[in-house]
């Protein structure tokens, strides 16, 4: 094969129907995040004091109360607007509840849904991280992701691969 014509296939995309099995996750991982994934990991990484109280839902893993619970934790994070990576989770969130089924509005008016505690952040954050995964156990929302021109933008934010770190290619 001509180097050309090599270099245009691999430029292309069409070099993956060469690789094997094993490595076409990967590859795949390069140019999509998964949005909980990242969510979770900045969450995690925030340590800093924070003394805001915070409204956190009390059903968190239930299934009627989904789009009110998205709504409270977005309307929550909105507090803390001054924390950059917060306002990228606020914003994951916004993207989540628009490409989840499960977060969309439901016809059915369970007032249960409305019942809020008030916390701390430390259990604000804990409430929200068992609210994603939860959420991440759904198909549809596990699929959600940003391409990776879109992660960080204003460098203030970071996170590991955790792609990489769990599966042990970093």
Sequence with gaps: MHPHVFLLL???????????????????????????????????????????KFSIPVHVQKLNCAHNNTEIFIHELKKIHERPCMRRVEKDMEKLEKNCNILKKSSLNDNSCLKKVNSGFSRFKQSLEEFLRWVNEKLDCRNVGRSELGLYLDGECS????????????
């Design 10 to 52: 691999l430029s292309s995309g069409v070099s993956s129907y060469f690789l094997p099995q094993k490595e076409m996750p990967r590859l795949l991982n390069k140019t999509k995040y998964a949005l909980v994934d990242e969510m979770l990991c900045l969450l995690e990484a925030e340590n800093g004091l924070i003394t805001e």
């Design 159 to 170: 996170c590991h691969d955790s792609w990489k770190s769990h599966r042990g290619f970093g």
